[in-house]
C-alpha cells in the first residue's frame, strides 16, 4: 500500500482553528465594519480543511 504525500508548504490550519479565527474576526470587528476579504479567505481556509478532513475520514472508512 502506499499513501499520497502532502505538499510542501506553508502548514494550512484545521478546520476548528479556521472556524476560531472567524468567530475572533466577527466578534471583534470595529464599528460594526464587515472585513469582508478576510471573511473571504477564512472562510476558504475553513472549507479547505474541512474538505481534507471529510476526505482523510472517507479514506479510513473505506479502508480494508
Not at 24 to 45: G, I, K, M, N
Given at each position: 500500500?502506499?499513501?499520497?504525500?502532502?505538499?510542501?508548504?506553508?502548514?494550512?490550519?484545521?478546520?476548528?482553528?479556521?472556524?476560531?479565527?472567524?468567530?475572533?474576526?466577527v466578534e471583534t470587528r470595529v464599528d460594526d465594519?464587515?472585513?469582508?476579504?478576510?471573511?473571504?479567505?477564512?472562510?476558504?481556509?475553513?472549507?479547505?480543511?474541512?474538505?481534507?478532513?471529510?476526505?482523510?475520514?472517507?479514506?479510513?472508512?473505506?479502508?480494508?
Amino acid at each position: 500500500m502506499y499513501s499520497t504525500l502532502r505538499p510542501a508548504g506553508p502548514a494550512r490550519p484545521s478546520a476548528a482553528e479556521a472556524n476560531e479565527a472567524i468567530r475572533h474576526l466577527v466578534e471583534t470587528r470595529v464599528d460594526d465594519e464587515w472585513p469582508s476579504a478576510a471573511y473571504e479567505f477564512l472562510l476558504e481556509q475553513w472549507a479547505s480543511a474541512s474538505h481534507a478532513e471529510t476526505a482523510g475520514i472517507a479514506e479510513v472508512a473505506a479502508a480494508p
